[in-house]
């Protein structure tokens, strides 16, 4: 089996690229850096996919909460397009190849559902563009979709918040938590759909592996938590208080509001498919997986 890994070389990336390694997997990443197991988006779109590539995974994407970079048009523009035209380049790779992969599996975030402290949301929950974030992940959505005559099985996995020692949210909140700063954002009364960086790749690969599993995952932990509740389980595990809350206004003017929302909003998601799928979670609590992410020195 050999996959080919947009974005691969990513927080994510790096850790599914580490499970479909010890299941037997040649990987490579389609990455803008060279590197001995990366080709480039120009090779891909002139050589295709390389031949005997049975599994194609989107997951590139500007760091969205990057606090060096305002949010400016420009940058918005640049957030956009690493996640649209990268999906949409893989797709039409899939649609050009002579011999077809099994399986496209693209990540796309729970920011398609609207912030809501009230309604629940599924895989079958409808979708509609209202603000920007949605809009970015329906446009991200439909740059993955194939032509239905195909004949590659398709997954899109709607990610959460992805928690893990070596990247995202918790490699921002590291230091604030280590020296006893660290709280919930805002109310902190926010839903705050999480997974653990260890069980976002193995559903990856659970997706890949299983052919019955086709359409949308909600790719969250099954436990829902609000953003108070996550900042009490990691100031736990870091043996460190939790209760000086990072104000709204602050992170609005920090970040712009349209990005904050992605901290002061939340939106309560249930991985409904998923576990109809069977998929066994090793991080089902957030207690467990925070005490992972404590670790000063983790692999990962
Ligand atoms: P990373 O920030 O680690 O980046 C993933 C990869 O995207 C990078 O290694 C880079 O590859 C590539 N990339 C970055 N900027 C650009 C760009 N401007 N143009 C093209 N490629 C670019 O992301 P994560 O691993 O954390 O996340 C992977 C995907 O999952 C992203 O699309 C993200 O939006 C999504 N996601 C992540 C969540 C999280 O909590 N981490 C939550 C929900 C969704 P290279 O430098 O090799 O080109």
Redesign the pocket.
């Known amino acids: 089996n050999a996959a080919i890994v947009?974005?691969?070389?990513?927080?994510?990336?790096?850790a599914l690229g580490r499970q479909l390694l010890r299941n037997g997997y040649e990987v490579k990443?389609?990455?803008?850096?060279p590197?001995p197991y990366?080709i480039g988006?120009e090779e891909l779109k002139l050589s295709g996919l390389p031949a005997g590539t049975t599994a194609v995974v989107?997951?590139?994407?500007?760091?969205?909460l990057d606090p060096k970079r305002r949010w400016t048009p420009g940058f918005k523009q640049?957030?956009w397009?690493?996640?649209v035209?990268?999906t949409r380049s893989l797709a039409e790779a899939i649609v050009a190849a002579p011999k077809k992969p099994k399986v496209f599996v693209s990540?796309?975030?729970?920011?398609i559902y609207p912030p809501s402290s009230s309604a629940e949301y599924t895989e079958d929950s409808p979708v509609a563009p209202t603000d920007y974030l949605s809009e970015l992940a329906i446009a991200?959505e439909e740059a993955a979709k194939l032509p239905p005559d195909s004949g590659v099985r398709q997954v899109i996995i709607?990610?959460?918040?992805?928690?893990g020692r070596a990247?995202?949210?918790i490699q921002q909140l590291f230091l604030p938590f280590f020296f006893g700063v660290g709280g919930p954002i805002a109310s902190g009364n926010q839903y705050m759909p999480w997974i653990y960086i260890d069980d976002i790749a193995k559903l990856i690969h659970f997706a890949i592996e299983n052919e019955k599993v086709s359409g949308v995952l909600n790719?969250v932990a099954p436990q829902v938590i609000t953003n108070k509740e996550f900042a009490t389980a990691f100031g736990k595990a870091m043996w460190r208080p939790a209760l000086l809350p990072v104000p709204k206004f602050a992170l609005d003017v920090a970040f712009g509001d349209e990005r904050a929302k992605i901290m002061t909003d939340g939106q309560k998601v249930i991985p409904k498919r998923v576990l109809e799928y069977g998929f066994k979670y090793d991080y089902p609590d957030i207690d467990k997986a925070c005490v992972k992410c404590a670790r000063l020195f983790n692999d990962y």
């Open positions: 947009g974005g691969g070389t990513g927080f994510i990336g790096r990443n389609v990455s803008r850096m590197g990366n988006w989107s997951m590139a994407g500007q760091n969205i640049n957030v397009n690493s996640r035209n990268t990540i796309s975030g729970v920011g991200w709607r990610s959460g918040v992805v928690l990247g995202g949210m790719g």
